[in-house]
C-alpha cells in the first residue's frame, strides 16, 4: 500500500499551512451604528379616539429596514389632536434612547405636523405644551424632519394606536408594557 501510494505522489505537493493570520479574531458583525451612518430613520406615528378610549402607535423604521412598534393606551381623557401628539413624543423618546441622530417623521395629522415644522401658529392652550416637549426633545438629533402622510399610507401605526385605543383595562395592574 505504502509502494503505491509513493509512486502516486505529487511532485508539486505542498503541506497544509494551518497559521491563522486573524486567529484572534472572535467574529465580524455590523452594527446598527454602521447602516445608521448618513441614512436617518423613519418614523410613523398616530394617535386614535374613540368611544372607547385612546390609542398610540409608532414605527420606527431603519435605514435597513427593520421595523420596530411601540403602542400603548392613554389613561386619561384626550382629543384626537392630544393623541396625535402623544403617539409623536412616544416615537420620538424611543428615537433617542436607541441615540438615534437623523429622523424623519412621517404624520396623518396635518396639525400636528405643521405646527412641528412651524408653518402653522398653535393657539389650542391644550396643545401648546405637547408642542414644547417635542421642540425641546427633537434638540437631541443632529437632523430631524417632519412630513405630512396620507393616513392610508400610515396604516401600520393607525392599526397600533387603534388596537390600543380599544383595550378594556379594568385594573392599572392589568396594564402592561406592549
Known amino acids: ?10 511532485e508539486d505537493y505542498e503541506p497544509l499551512n494551518f497559521d491563522f493570520p486573524n486567529e484572534d479574531l472572535m467574529y465580524v458583525a455590523t452594527t446598527e451604528e454602521d447602516l445608521q451612518e448618513g441614512h436617518p430613520w423613519k ?8 368611544a372607547v378610549g385612546n390609542g398610540i402607535g409608532a414605527v420606527l423604521v431603519s435605514p435597513s429596514g427593520d421595523h420596530y412598534p411601540f403602542t400603548s393606551k ?13 403617539a409623536c413624543i412616544m416615537g420620538i423618546r424611543a428615537a433617542i ?4 441622530k437623523m429622523l424623519e417623521v412621517y404624520g396623518d ?16 392652550p391644550k396643545l401648546i405644551n405637547y408642542q414644547r416637549l417635542i421642540l425641546e426633545l427633537i434638540k437631541e438629533f443632529d437632523n430631524i424632519v417632519f412630513y405630512y402622510l396620507p393616513r392610508e399610507e ?8 387603534t388596537l390600543a385605543s380599544m383595550i378594556k ?3 392599572p395592574e392589568d396594564v402592561k408594557p406592549i
Do not use: H, P
Request: hydrophobic share 40%; net charge negative.
Open 109 to 124: 395629522s396635518a396639525l400636528v405636523i405643521y405646527q412641528l415644522k412651524d408653518e402653522w401658529e398653535t393657539r389650542d
Open 43 to 50: 418614523l410613523n406615528f398616530d394617535g386614535a379616539s374613540n
Open 74 to 86: 392613554l389613561d386619561f381623557d384626550c382629543t384626537n389632536n392630544m393623541a396625535e401628539y402623544e
Open 169 to 171: 383595562v379594568n385594573q
Open 97 to 100: 434612547e436607541r441615540k438615534i
Open 154 to 161: 400610515n396604516q401600520m401605526a393607525d392599526a397600533l394606536a
Open 1 to 10: 500500500m505504502a509502494d503505491f501510494l509513493a509512486s502516486r505522489s505529487l
